[in-house]
């Protein structure tokens, strides 16, 4: 890639012990080999599946992740709350209820962030879907408000947006949105990366689905003999995270910095060797 342009690296759902393990063992050499300049990475199911613990998020950050995003896991245990108050490079999505909330119903943290490295500025955008999810605020028009309100475009930002959904059709109707205003729209959640990467017309990055960062012999990172019980008998066993080789999924996104837009992108995933 042309050295004036910069490297966006975005990975999706780190899962579990092995996802946090596959973060620290395979992201700095993929920072250094491919020169990334950024990194944010969905953490919403590292601590055991389900949410990140202050432990975890230190070390996804100190593996070379910029920010940390979350999802509809964020809130789930109480125990992982104050991380989202403490550290500026955590975020969980925009649009959980805010309005008209007692401070007591007020909930911690931040779906969005601006950061400055290596010369550039970023603005980092959480935001969740709605179909066959919970019904939170709308995210369109969330993210139309917020671009409006902030005057992120004369603040020379790049924007990338984690756009935690389950529906296709809602993610790439988000994303065209979107298109020409942000500089990627990556999406998380299904846990399953899909093959649609492109730059869309107006110069946004997008990918329906970044992929899981976890084991990579599982069912969206449970333990595979658990989850084929669970079909056969439609009985609701606990899920298990699964063990062995990791792997880190996520895409690669060249951008411009004097215009914002995304020139190409890569789809990426690494598999750890030896466990
Ligand atoms: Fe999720
Ligand atoms: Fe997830």
Not at 57 to 71: K, Q, S
Not at 113 to 134: L, S
């Amino acid at each position: 890639m042309k050295n004036n342009l910069c490297t966006v690296f975005l990975a999706g759902d780190v899962c579990a012990s092995v996802g946090v393990r596959a973060v620290t063992n395979l992201l700095p050499k993929l920072i250094e080999r491919e020169s990334i300049d950024f990194c944010v990475i969905n953490g919403e199911n590292a601590t055991g599946g389900i949410g990140l613990s202050s432990g975890d998020a230190e070390a996804i950050l100190a593996a070379g992740a910029d920010v940390i995003t979350g999802g509809n896991h964020s809130f789930e245990k109480r125990d992982h709350w104050p991380v989202l108050d403490v550290n500026p490079a955590v975020l969980r999505p925009a649009n959980f209820p805010s309005r008209g909330l007692t401070a007591e119903e007020s909930l911690p943290g931040h779906g969005m962030g601006i950061y400055e490295k290596n010369g550039h500025t970023f603005a980092v955008f959480n935001v969740q879907g709605r179909e066959d999810m919970t019904a939170l605020d709308c995210p369109f028009v969330y993210m139309r408000t917020a671009l409006e309100t902030l005057s992120l475009k004369d603040s020379g930002a790049m924007i990338l947006v984690d756009f935690h959904a389950e529906s296709t059709q809602e993610k790439e109707a988000f994303a065209l949105m979107l298109d020409g205003k942000v500089s990627v729209v990556a999406g998380t959640h299904t846990h399953v990366q899909t093959a649609d990467e492109r730059v869309l017309p107006g110069g946004t990055a997008y990918i329906t689905d970044l992929g899981m960062t976890g084991p990579w012999r599982s069912v969206i990172g449970s333990a595979p003999e658990i989850s084929i019980k669970r079909n056969i008998t439609q009985v609701l066993y606990r899920m298990e995270a699964a063990e062995g080789a990791g792997a880190l999924r996520g895409l690669l996104v060249y951008i411009d910095p004097e215009t914002r837009k995304a020139i190409s992108v890569r789809r990426v995933e690494v598999i750890e060797e030896t466990v």
